[in-house]
């Protein structure tokens, strides 16, 4: 079945400092990966997403890089922000199944 | 404001009485969902709906009763409370054109059963 296996928090950085979470994914066929995040006290928004194969899905600075031949899907910030401090998520989506598999979550704290 | 809107967003419950959460979207979104979220174990998927008048289990659907009787509402409900089922539920939604598109979160309910 599909799994998504996201590195273990909690994640604990300076402002300004530079960002990775892992992510890796098994899944059949071809993949839809998203990230999600969600700030304290509300639900999941979508950060980004990539369809397919090299695909780099990014918004508000983030950046992930759909790659197949190491099924993963790392996100990146170059410089992280008081403000990004959430619990992050790491989904697919198979193209044979609508339903999301997300991993457990990764909380980031940024310290001023 | 469009999206996923949860009622209640905070209950405490005795282990026995029963409730119902309910879940509306005002998107016309075909696929909804209910999710668990506890520490350490990400979400996981109670029930889903393909549509109006379908229901089908997901992950852990034990303890818990949905219905979709109409395509915006999606009920999730528990008949006998347990402690087991302290957590924070979510509802998603989706259309249910391919994969690419991801889905809509309420902002949740905080269940606490004592």
């Known amino acids: 079945g599909n799994s998504v296996t996201q590195m273990e928090g909690p994640v604990t950085l300076s402002e300004e400092a530079f960002l990775t979470i892992n992510c890796t994914y098994t899944?059949?066929?071809?993949?839809?990966l998203f990230w999600y995040v969600q700030y304290p006290g509300e639900g999941l928004q979508l950060l980004l997403k990539?369809?397919?194969?090299?695909d780099k899905g990014s918004n508000k600075g983030f950046e992930a890089t759909y790659r197949k031949e190491t099924t993963s899907f790392h996100l990146e910030k170059g410089s992280v922000q008081v403000s990004d401090s959430a619990v992050y998520f790491c989904?697919?989506?198979?193209?044979?199944?609508?339903?999301?598999?997300f991993g457990k979550g990764t909380l980031l704290t940024v310290n001023p | 404001n469009a999206g996923v809107t949860q009622t209640p967003k905070f209950r405490v419950l005795k282990t026995g009485q029963s409730m119902t959460l309910l879940c509306a979207q005002d998107?016309?979104?075909?696929?909804m969902y209910w999710y668990r979220q506890d520490p350490g174990m990400g979400l996981r998927l109670i029930h889903y709906?393909?549509?109006?008048?379908?229901?089908a289990k997901g992950e852990v659907p034990d303890g818990y009763n949905v219905s979709r009787l109409k395509k915006q509402n999606f009920l999730l409900g528990l008949e006998s409370a347990a402690p087991s089922q302290t957590s924070v539920y979510f509802c998603?939604?989706?259309?249910?054109?391919?994969?690419?598109?991801?889905?809509?979160f309420g902002s949740g309910t905080r269940l606490t059963v004592v």
């Open positions: 989904a697919l989506r198979s193209a044979s199944n609508y339903k999301l598999t």
């Open positions: 998603a939604s989706s259309f249910w054109q391919g994969p690419p598109l991801g889905y809509t």
């Open positions: 899944a059949t066929g071809y993949p839809s």
């Open positions: 998107m016309n979104h075909e696929y």
């Open positions: 709906s393909v549509g109006e008048g379908t229901t």
């Open positions: 990539a369809t397919k194969a090299d």
